[in-house]
C-alpha cells in the first residue's frame, strides 16, 4: 500500500455516525431485497399457473426469463450488501479495495455497496468498456 494513503485529511474517513447511517442503510436494503426476491419468486410461480393457452405460453416464458434475470441482478446485488456488511464487522468499510483511499461519505449514501473510490471505480469502467460490444 502506497504511503500516501495515510495522508489524507481525517474529515476523508468516515466518522461513528456516518458509519452507524451506512449500516443502517445496508440492513434496510438486504430486508427490502430479500422482501422483493420473495415477490418475484411468488409472481414467477403465479406466471406458472395461468399458462392454459398454448398461444400464451411464448409470452409467459420470456416473462419468467425477465423474471430470472431480475432476481439474478438481485442475487448480485445481495452479495454486495452482505460483503459490505462483513466489511464494516471487519472494520474495513469505507477504503477503497484498490487503492486503499478513503472513499467518501457522500459516495457512500449515493451507492453503499461502493468498494472502491471514485477514480478507481471509473478506470476499472473503461477499462471493463474495452471488452464490451453493447
Ligand atoms: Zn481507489
Redesign the pocket.
Known sequence: MPAASTNFPPDEYLSESELAELHEMLQKQLHDLLDSGRQAVHDASQVREVEADELDIAITESNRDFALRMADRERRLLKKIRHALETINQGEYGT??????P?TFKRLMARPVAR??????TEAEQLEGRGRFF
Open positions: 477503497c479495495e484498490s487503492c486503499g483511499a472513499i472502491m473510490c471514485i477514480d478507481c471505480k
